[in-house]
């Protein structure tokens, strides 16, 4: 799976939309939509961001575990 994938994958599975990820992750909406229209790539800081706002592994966003 990619990137986008994965991403889509976890906002079902916790229920939320572009606004809420945002919010949890500290970034604007317009951002979290180019990760999601692969328009762009989250770097370091906001895959730490994505990994703490929603209590998940960096694991689970890379791809390396389920």
Known sequence: MNFVEILKDI???MNLNQTELAE??????SQ??????GKSKPGYD???AICKGLDIS?????????
């Open 11 to 13: 906002m079902v599975d």
């Open 24 to 29: 949890k992750v500290g970034v604007k909406q």
């Open 32 to 37: 979290v939509s180019e990760w999601l229209n």
């Open 46 to 48: 906001s895959l730490k």
């Open 58 to 66: 960096g694991d689970v966003i890379l791809g390396l575990k389920d």
